[in-house]
């Protein structure tokens, strides 16, 4: 078993930046890697970013590359995502998840998954 528990979400205006963490315990060395994946309502599930277990590679979505940036402090068992230049499509929940099949961009890929955390940006 994987434990996954996000924090960082809130309100904030456009333009403005948050950094979402993910914490995890239990199995950890049956992880691939983490990924960060939001849904808004009405919208299906969307890939946002993933980093490998060890760090070395990093993958992120064509609506936030360039303004969102994942990181990882093995140390502490978290993954971060910060997020900059927040537009109102971002509003969504974010949810974190465990890689243990290795194919980060496919949810089904993912085994395990945190609570989520809102993510709201007014415009």
């Known amino acids: 078993q994987v434990q996954l528990v996000e924090s960082g979400g809130g309100l904030v205006q456009a333009g403005g930046s948050l950094r979402l963490s993910c914490a995890a315990s239990g199995r950890t060395f049956a992880i691939y890697g983490t990924g960060w994946f939001r849904q808004a309502p009405g919208k299906e599930r969307e890939f946002v970013a993933a980093?490998?277990?060890?760090?070395?590679?990093?993958y992120y979505g064509d609506s936030v590359k360039g303004r969102f940036t994942i990181s990882s402090d093995n140390a502490k068992n978290t993954v971060y995502l910060q997020m900059n230049s927040l537009k109102p499509e971002d509003t969504a929940v974010y949810y974190c998840a465990a890689d243990l099949g290795g194919d980060s961009l496919d949810s089904r890929s993912y085994g395990y998954w945190g609570q989520g955390t809102q993510v709201t940006v007014s415009s």
């Open positions: 980093i490998t277990w060890t760090g070395d590679s990093t």
